[in-house]
């Protein structure tokens, strides 16, 4: 039992403890981390970034008389704007007040008949 202990005590450092490689061997320990955080930014953030901005834009751009897709799936023609909210012609004589953010796309002209 003594005898294994003083063989541990007389080994050699271990390989790549020297001061120089101490310290490469910590970054190259946080490369996969940063390499993965990459791909994630350049396949899910970005693109949802722009998907954000391109319906920030839409939502800024209706105007009365557009014919609009809701979040739950009404289709009709806006009639009237406000600040926050949006009055959408869904048949003749029937209107609904939705939250602008509701509305997911602009249809072409013409959709509604």
């Keep these: ?3 294994s202990e003083a063989y541990a ?3 050699p450092p271990a390989a790549g403890t020297d001061s120089g490689m ?3 061997g910590g970054l190259s320990g946080m490369l996969p981390l940063l390499l993965m955080f990459a791909v994630l930014y350049f396949i899910m953030i970005r693109p949802q970034m722009r998907r954000q ?3 920030k834009a839409m939502i800024e751009a209706l105007a009365k008389g557009d014919e609009v897709v809701t979040s739950g799936g009404l289709l009709g023609r806006i009639s009237k704007l ?3 909210f949006v009055s959408i012609e869904v048949a003749s004589g029937v209107e609904i007040q ?3 953010a509701a509305v997911v796309q ?3 002209k013409g959709t509604l008949k």
């Design 1 to 3: 039992m003594f005898i």
């Design 9 to 11: 005590q007389a080994a």
């Design 22 to 24: 101490g310290a490469l």
């Design 53 to 55: 901005k391109e319906h």
């Design 82 to 84: 406000g600040e926050t």
């Design 98 to 100: 939705i939250q602008r």
């Design 106 to 108: 602009v249809m072409p």
